[in-house]
């Protein structure tokens, strides 16, 4: 029989995801789940390649039920200790309806419910977006919802049923994520355990490599030769971010969201970006 192992939970088995577990998930066993069950094994034979323990199962963050069967998966192999969460769905993926019951309400439960079971000294991640951040000021009123009602509640406030552009539907859903973490660490605190944002900008994978080859490639390099890096991301860097979040040494960061976008929001406000406001 296998000793019991604190257990990393991985939604979303792409390559951040895959970059972060990397560096937390050594001598733990880690959970891939993933919408496609042959994405999340593909990454487990990966990883077991390289010497980790892995277990996969599908998962659909847009439903609660999916998410509670995965907790119950998770729990068979140890305490849960880390929640990694890549899940997600872009403005050019899917509808306004798919984007808001993924990012916006599949995230909320998650927070939630892991909230309920994380280990203590246990630490969680959410992949977030640099579009939270491009959202402009919402109201106090806004804010207090979209941090503090029911997941479900989120779906039919009427500033959200009120979305019709897909862009929008991504913005709100990221900035909810930001809002939910800060309201959900007090929960995931009481059990001695921390839980962050995070924000990239354009980094690059194998979804990024298709847009700066398609047809919308020229409006993307300009973005990025124009932004304070002068250039892309890779999943090493927000991977090297999440594991600082994640040990030890940040024990005393819980409820906050970190842009890693080398600038760009800064220069989308402020600088040479900010010619993206009319398309944005």
Known sequence: ?????????????????????????????????????EAADKAAKILEDAGFETSTIAVDISSRDSILN??????????????INAAGVSPSQAPVEKILQVDLYGTAVLLE?????????????MISSQSGHRLG?????????????????????????????????????????????????????????????????????PLANDELHGPRKDGYLKMIEASPAGRAGTPDEVAALAE?????????????????????????WFGDLQYLKKTH
Request: net charge positive.
């Open 1 to 37: 029989m296998s000793r019991v192992k604190d257990v990393v939970v991985l939604i979303g088995s792409g390559s951040i995801g895959q970059a972060i577990a990397r560096r937390v998930g050594a001598g733990k066993h880690v959970v891939l789940g993933d919408l496609r069950q």
């Open 70 to 83: 995965l907790i119950e998966h998770a729990k068979k192999f140890g305490e849960i200790k880390h929640l």
């Open 113 to 125: 419910e892991f909230g309920k079971v994380i280990a203590d000294g246990g630490s969680g991640v």
């Open 137 to 205: 000021a919402l109201n106090e009123d806004e804010n207090y919802k979209l941090a503090t009602y029911s997941p479900e509640e989120l779906l039919n406030l009427d500033f959200i049923k009120a979305i019709t552009d897909t862009l929008k539907a991504y913005q709100y859903s990221k900035r909810c994520n930001g809002l939910r973490v800060m309201y959900e660490s007090t929960a995931w605190g009481k059990r001695g355990a921390t839980i962050n944002a995070i924000s990239p900008g354009i980094i690059i994978t």
């Open 244 to 268: 600082h979040l994640m040990s030890e040494n940040g024990r005393f960061i819980s409820g906050a969201d970190f842009l890693i976008d080398g600038g760009t929001t800064a220069s989308y």
